[in-house]
């Protein structure tokens, strides 16, 4: 009896101690649902993504109500808040605003250019995930003379590990510029929110761009691939640790994306900030990596 008396207690205390934030997202002058808003604490390792409808749920330790979250979203202004205010009302993005630039079409020919195309043996590693913060990693694409005459952006191919291939996944792929003083990523070129809905792969998927006449800057790009913590994306696992036969379970977020040696690295984006990824490279053969991504140019 004491025994269960204890347990019970123990259930009780660790309950008391946990809060569900549990609200929505929506547009500060529309009042429109803000789907896909990624959602992260700044000091922890704790964040979650608003879904379709702009809806978000998600558990923590009532110690941090106190600290600070910053919310995100493609064409919305970054916002600080106390994880506190999200209890009690709606967060409020405001909307970027853009000045309309001139669109030229032009008729293009049927050639086409493939850059950095990768081969199942190429991917090494993989950018997972488990339930956390969310986060934006990327890969530059320099430009070269020998674009010139393949100026525009076909499509984008993503590269996943065989481990989610069969999973499916929704994520965000965005197009950065590059800023000319850090050469980090900067402002978004494209402006649409192009969400890819993965239900099975070969290890990889193609997503076709061509609609958006992007043009390849002369200082380069970057592509990002943005991982949304949503219900749909998580997927329970087992596993065991090497050298022992005891089975564990986690919650990975899908998908995950394929990786590559390089001898630089990779810029992440985390709870509101840009970062150099830097990964232990004794365990890649003495390199770091970055997302296996091909564009297929056209003129």
């Known amino acids: 009896m004491r025994v269960f008396l204890f347990l019970c207690f123990v259930s009780i205390t660790a309950f008391s101690q946990t809060v569900v934030l549990k609200n929505k997202v929506i547009d500060a002058y529309t009042n429109d649902p803000v789907a896909y808003a990624n959602i992260s604490f700044l000091n922890e390792n704790v964040g979650v993504s608003s879904d379709e409808n702009g809806h978000f749920s998600l558990q923590i330790n009532k110690k941090i109500l106190k600290s600070k979250v910053h919310v995100s979203c493609l064409n919305y202004k970054d916002t600080v808040v106390l994880a506190s205010v999200l209890q009690s009302e709606s967060l409020k993005l405001q909307p970027k ?126 592509v990002g691939l943005e991982r949304i913590h949503i219900p749909y994306n998580f997927h329970k696992i087992k596993y065991t640790k090497q050298g022992s036969r ?17 001898k630089d690295s990779t810029w992440v ?17 003495g390199n770091a990596l970055k997302p296996a991504i091909s564009v297929t140019l056209s003129n």
């Open 97 to 222: 605003l853009y000045e309309l630039e001139e669109v030229i079409i032009s008729k293009k020919a049927d050639r086409e250019l493939v850059v950095d195309e990768y081969k199942r043996r190429d991917i090494k590693a993989s950018f997972g995930g488990r339930k956390g913060s969310p986060w934006i990693v990327t890969k530059y694409f320099p430009y070269k003379s020998e674009y010139k005459n393949f100026p525009f952006l076909k499509s984008v191919t993503i590269y996943f590990t065989s481990f989610l291939s069969r999973k499916k996944a929704k994520f965000r792929v965005r197009f950065f510029k590059v800023d000319e003083k850090t050469g980090k990523p900067s402002e978004d070129i494209l402006k649409e929110s192009l969400i890819v809905d993965v239900k099975k792969t070969n290890g990889k998927t193609e997503v076709d761009v061509s609609k958006f006449n992007i043009e390849f800057p002369k200082e380069g790009f970057f």
């Open 246 to 262: 005891k089975k564990y379970k986690d919650t990975i977020v899908a998908p995950d994306f394929g990786a590559i040696y390089t």
């Open 269 to 285: 984006k985390s709870s509101g900030k840009w970062v150099k990824h830097y990964f232990p490279q004794e365990f890649y053969k």
